[in-house]
């Protein structure tokens, strides 16, 4: 029988399939018990603690059959996630077309951006971070702990990630540690990113108008 699962911070679909023995996610999110979810998270890489994913029933197929004592090679199709990334440096400015180190496991390969500064890079499905470098500067990625744009902790996140959203060090900090994406912000540094962001983009500036500025975030972060 199938089941619903409540997702937990850090959980991502190809991850989920993958612990379930679904070797494509679309399979999961595109059952029927899950139409309500797929309303709501426009975006099936980017689910929210507390969400209710519908986890099906797996279906054998009849198979195939070949002659007793023969070799035969099976080819199975499985859907790896994409980490997609635009890469800015200094400025905002896309950092088209660069050499990228990616470090995942221990293990490092080199990436390389595209003219507007996108870098696609494949992932095993059990992957939980992932570090990228280029041009100078490093990035740690945690893969599956961004949240909906349409969630305070989502909208905290993207802001940080682009830059609006400077936190303030405690005594108790260090320069290795950053606070986590989802964590609450001052007040007064949240508003006065948020007028940061309303000037760049057009809004109107009032330093309180989360819910334009989760749209617009949505649409230029792009989830």
């Not at 989920?16 to 999961?28: N, Q």
């Not at 969400?51 to 080819?75: A, C, H, N, W």
């Not at 990035?139 to 902790?153: N, Q, R, V, Y």
């Not at 334009?212 to 230029?220: A, G, Q, T, Y």
Request: glycine letters at 8%; proline letters at 7%; a negative charge.
């Amino acid at each position: 029988m199938g089941f619903y699962l409540t997702i937990e911070q850090g959980d991502h679909l190809p991850q989920i399939a993958d612990e379930h023995g679904f070797s494509d996610w679309h399979t999961i999110w595109d059952d029927p018990s899950n139409g309500q979810l797929r309303q709501q998270r426009k975006d099936p890489g980017v689910l929210a603690p507390g969400d209710r994913l519908y986890i099906p029933d797996k279906t054998e197929s009849d198979g195939e059959k070949v002659p007793s004592g023969s070799t035969v090679r099976f080819r199975v199709k499985r859907s790896l996630p994409k980490l997609r990334l635009i890469v800015r440096g200094l400025g905002g400015q896309p950092l088209a077309n660069t050499d990228c180190k990616v470090t995942v496991s221990g293990a490092s390969t080199t990436a390389h951006t595209g003219a507007d500064g996108l870098v696609e890079i494949e992932l095993a499905p059990d992957v939980t971070e992932a570090t990228l470098e280029a041009n100078g500067q490093s990035w740690t990625l945690k893969i599956g702990h961004l949240d909906p744009p349409d969630t305070d902790t989502g909208l905290w996140a993207r802001l940080r990630n682009l830059g609006y959203l400077i936190d303030e060090e405690t005594e108790e900090e260090t320069e290795e540690e950053e606070p986590p994406p989802d964590a609450p912000p001052d007040a007064d540094a949240l508003a006065f990113a948020i007028e940061l962001f309303q000037r760049d983009h057009q809004l109107t500036v009032d330093g309180t108008d989360t819910q334009s500025v989760k749209n617009k975030l949505r649409e230029i972060y792009g989830c």
